[in-house]
């Protein structure tokens, strides 16, 4: 019996259920202050489970200036960048109202 496991690596969700439920989230909390949309967000745009974004998106952990470093570094398509927004206002929300 091999006793060896498989790890799987998950990637960003890029489903049409997660965008769908992102842009619900954003008509209903336009400040992206709920931390489950926050986290929905993540996972939609993380670059990798090691990154500061897939960290929040997998465990809630917020590294506040590495989230902040990696959506300058984004691109994404037009109809994301509003994601990008309401995530860089959950983060400064978290920080104590910094703007």
């Known amino acids: ?3 060896s496991t498989t790890t799987t690596i998950p990637a960003p ?3 049409e259920r997660a965008r769908q439920l992102i842009e ?3 008509a209903v ?3 992206a202050r709920s931390q489950t949309l926050a986290r929905l967000i993540a996972a939609s745009l993380h670059q990798g ?4 974004l897939g960290r929040f ?3 809630g952990q917020l590294d506040q200036q ?3 470093d990696e959506l300058n570094q984004l691109r994404v398509p037009f109809e994301q960048e509003a994601w990008i927004d309401a995530f ?3 983060v400064l929300f978290s920080a104590g109202g910094r703007s």
């Open 66 to 68: 590495a989230c902040l």
């Open 49 to 52: 489970p090691d990154t500061a």
């Open 13 to 15: 969700d890029e489903t």
């Open 1 to 3: 019996m091999n006793s």
């Open 29 to 31: 909390d336009p400040e």
């Open 24 to 26: 619900l989230g954003l």
């Open 88 to 90: 860089g206002r959950f």
């Open 57 to 59: 998106a997998s465990t």
